[in-house]
């Protein structure tokens, strides 16, 4: 973990560099295991460019964890380290030191997407409101799948943000969706939860709260 992450940005000027953009906080909460570190992930996500994210989770009193990701292109860059909480949320504009940037080559198990399969299914009600519901499966045998603990991820959808691309956190299933962005609905993510082999729920993250915001990302281009 590096330990210098961000140049909080007051008045400097940048040149080979390169910006990204967010303009939603989705707040959500894990209702099967609150333990986890990650139990109340935040998610800083741009509502048009569904490539990048900074993913956000309570470390201490002081500090939160934080990691961003591209998941586009042949270097991709990654942050993954500790920020001063205060710092992050009263900063409208961060910079991330060459220190604290790595990056990932093109998404390396993209070969496997053939091995996958969006399905759509009838709506789910909630409170009286339909909403749009999909999964991602494996079309891989159920004893592959039981062998492998292949999980299905389901994806329980706003019907009135038409405008708002799928949020997605895994490379292989936004790989999936470069193949045919129609083949599921866009909107706001309200619900997603995981099963295993027996269908059974291992993983549910419910939306608490969403908020718009401006704030930017910047990733210099210079470092080695």
Not at 109 to 136: G, Q, R, S
Not at 148 to 156: D, G
Request: with cysteine; net charge positive; glycine share 2%.
């Amino acid at each position: 973990m590096k330990k210098l992450l961000l140049l909080l940005l007051i008045s400097q000027a940048f040149y080979a560099q390169k910006v990204y953009d967010f303009d939603y906080v989705l707040e959500y909460k894990n209702e099967i295991d609150s333990t986890k570190l990650i139990s109340n992930p935040t998610y800083y996500v741009n509502s048009e460019a569904n490539n990048y994210s900074i993913l956000v989770f309570k470390r201490d009193s002081l500090n939160i964890g934080l990691y961003f990701g591209d998941m586009n292109g042949t270097k991709q860059p990654r942050v993954n380290s500790n920020v001063n909480e205060n710092a992050f949320n009263n900063t409208k504009s961060i910079s991330v030191t060459c220190e604290a940037l790595s990056y990932s080559g093109e998404y390396y198990y993209k070969y496997k997407v053939k091995e996958y399969y969006f399905e759509n299914l009838k709506d789910t009600i909630i409170d009286k409101v339909p909403y749009f519901h999909y999964v991602i499966k494996s079309n891989k045998p159920l004893k592959y799948q039981k062998r492998k603990n292949i999980a299905q991820s389901h994806f329980i959808v706003d019907k009135n943000s038409p405008l708002f691309l799928p949020f997605f956190n895994r490379p292989i299933v936004y790989e999936e969706w470069k193949t045919d962005k129609k083949i599921v609905p866009n909107g706001i993510l309200k619900i997603k939860y995981n099963t295993n082999w027996e269908n059974k729920i291992t993983d549910k993250w419910v939306l608490e709260k969403i908020t718009p915001i401006k704030k930017e990302l910047i990733i210099p281009e210079d470092c080695d």
